[in-house]
């Protein structure tokens, strides 16, 4: 009986099409939707979130604005919980929210080995660590601005000569570019030498976050630059909080696609099946009991969604693979990645709506009057 | 042997104020491999009798056996499964599934049996050579006349070997030319492979084809007239 139903869509081909299209535009964005929704908890919810911590200057928002002394790297060292601390300069080209951000970070370069989820994809990393000028830069920032290895890059007064790309398996990363922290020090107008933006402090297994985050504060109190602690996920959170509302509100898109699929499909099999009624009265004449009638519908709908939806998240996929997006603002980034989990659930939700829009006129033809439908045709 | 048996079978319907009563009482039995011809004017339950013979309608009161199972007492699920296996049904407007081929309209009711793929192909090709359209087994309906479509529903009344055929008219929306194919045709199913059929129709000539014709009025079976089989 599938043949049944995959001639039917096949015979009124233009609906059929008119649906699948409307489905697949509509679960495309649900899918980044999601995909922004998936990048922002991943930014405030992964491992690295929750065990390392953010020191910034006390009242600073953006990173411009965050002048804290480099030498504080020794004294969170000494304290207790604390494994490491990587002192980084943020240089981004633009402190609002933007879609094409580009966010530096200077550093040791044996300390950002050591410490952030970084694996070379293509270059050298030893001439990144010995070059002055060198930089690594994320999958993702390389992908958006066709950047390779080799490939001079400017940007304000910043021009770096990349050594590497690099992938991580913290989707955020890959928007990053790395430089050597006094080569960015040295680049700005208004000398930074011996200044850094923040401090990323990594804590012992065992170490109670809020606990050192504390001290740490406490601490550098009586020193010439107070300073706020947070865990990442939270720092990231704050600092992105005007993105986190509207991606919080974004949501709503999402809801608004699914119902678009919805009432698309829902149209569509009540048309189709309303013009059939009498096919649908034959077919229980010769046998076919009224569950399978039902099923038969659902399995038209079913299908216009699962295409639709297909098509339409296997388009967003592939966009979000090899669009390399990401949205930031000062300096933190938000990558749209594709996921397994977001495929499945967009192939869910197509199913889901799928037997929701066919369920009505399923059931209008398992209780139909066979002889009613027969002679009102 | 009585192949389909009818005992006081009443079925009425509401139609505004008025109470309608297509069939009162009605005692019919039909043999196997009987030929009957349901004749009457409208509105005397002709078609009602014929649905709820085929249990797409159900009845107020009475018993409605064939083959000796009573059919009265099923679920409509049931009532699926009891057509499926034993009953063919012949529409006036031939009713084919536009979207199918001739074959895969004769093959359908087959798909709701348990038969192997092999034996399927056998049983609609065997009924399509019946008709005589074994050549026209890949054409849409809309790429059949008239008379093709209603030789392909014939087909498929007959693929899954049914107890009874009955048949709605199946001359009705056709030309005199080709009435008379399909009359012949139904009469050569009926002598040949000795398949019981009831037969609906408006038309006098047509009814003659039949061994057994059968006149209702007003929801009574008032008239018959057998006619042995040469």
């Known amino acids: 009986m599938f043949n049944y139903v995959l001639k039917t869509l096949i015979r009124h081909r233009t609906r059929s099409l008119l649906t699948v299209t409307g489905a697949a535009v509509a679960i495309f964005v649900y899918c980044i939707v999601g995909s922004v929704q998936e990048g922002l908890y991943r930014l405030t919810s992964g491992a690295d979130a929750d065990r390392r911590l953010i020191v910034f200057q006390e009242n600073r928002f953006c990173p411009t604005t965050s002048r804290l002394p480099e030498d504080y790297a020794v004294k969170i060292g000494k304290i207790a919980g604390v494994k490491d601390v990587l002192p980084i300069q943020v240089w981004t080209n633009n402190c609002r929210a933007s879609l094409d951000i580009v966010v530096f970070n200077g550093a040791d370069p044996k300390k950002i080995q050591s410490m952030r989820p970084v694996k070379l994809a293509s270059g050298s990393w030893s001439q990144f660590e010995t070059q002055r000028d060198a930089a690594v830069i994320g999958r993702n920032i390389a992908m958006r601005r066709g950047l390779k290895v080799g490939d001079q890059f400017t940007i304000g007064d910043i021009s770096v000569r990349i050594a590497g790309v690099f992938q991580s398996e913290v989707p955020s990363e890959e928007n990053l570019i790395y430089t050597h922290l006094a080569f960015l020090q040295n680049s700005q107008r208004n000398e930074s030498v011996g200044l850094v933006t923040q401090h990323e402090v990594l804590l012992q297994p065992s170490a109670d976050a809020d606990r050192v985050a504390t001290e740490i504060d406490v601490q550098l109190r009586a020193s010439s630059v107070a300073t706020k602690t947070r865990r990442k996920g939270a720092f990231q959170a704050s600092t992105l909080s005007d993105l986190v509302d509207l991606i919080g509100f974004a949501h709503w898109l999402g809801y608004a696609c699914v119902g678009l699929v919805l009432s698309l499909v829902a149209t569509t099999t009540i048309m189709s099946v309303q013009d059939r009624m009498q096919e649908y009265a034959v077919l229980q004449t010769i046998g076919v009991r009224p569950l399978g009638t039902l099923r038969l519908v659902l399995a038209e709908s079913v299908l216009l969604c699962l295409v639709g939806g297909g098509i339409g998240s296997g388009f967003a996929l592939i966009a979000l693979q090899f669009g390399g997006f990401a949205i930031g603002a000062e300096g933190a980034t938000i990558a749209f990645k594709p996921s397994l989990w977001l495929g499945l659930s967009s192939l869910g939700t197509s199913l889901c709506v799928g037997l929701v829009a066919g369920l009505p006129p399923a059931i209008q033809t398992a209780r139909m009057s066979i002889v009613n439908s027969l002679r009102t045709a | ?230």
């Open chain 2, 1 to 230: 042997m009585n192949i389909l048996e009818l005992r006081n079978v009443t079925k009425s319907f509401r139609k505004g104020d008025e109470t309608i009563t297509p069939l009162h009482n009605v005692d019919l039995d039909v043999r196997q491999g009987e030929f009957v011809s349901l004749m009457g004017p409208s509105g005397s339950g002709k078609s009602t009798l014929l649905n709820v013979v085929s249990g797409i309608d159900h009845v107020d009161s009475g018993v409605i056996r064939v083959n000796s199972q009573e059919i009265t007492s099923l679920s409509r699920g049931q009532l699926a499964d009891w057509r499926a296996a034993n009953l063919g049904y012949i529409f006036q407007t031939h009713n084919l599934v536009p979207v199918l081929t001739a074959y895969e309209n004769v093959e359908l009711p087959t798909l709701l049996l348990k038969l192997s793929a092999g034996e399927r192909r056998a049983r609609v090709e065997l009924a399509l050579e019946a008709v005589g359209l074994s050549d026209r087994a890949g054409h849409y309906p809309r790429q059949l006349s008239g008379g093709q479509e209603q030789r392909v529903g014939i087909a498929r009344a007959i693929v899954s070997h049914p107890t009874v055929v009955v048949a709605d008219e199946p001359t009705g929306s056709l030309d005199a030319e080709t009435s008379l194919q399909v009359q012949s045709l139904l009469k050569r199913l009926n002598q040949e492979l000795n398949i019981t059929l009831l037969m609906v129709t408006h038309d006098a000539h047509v009814a003659t084809i039949a061994t057994r014709q059968l006149y209702l009025d007003r929801g009574k079976l008032v008239e018959e007239l057998r006619v042995e089989r040469q």
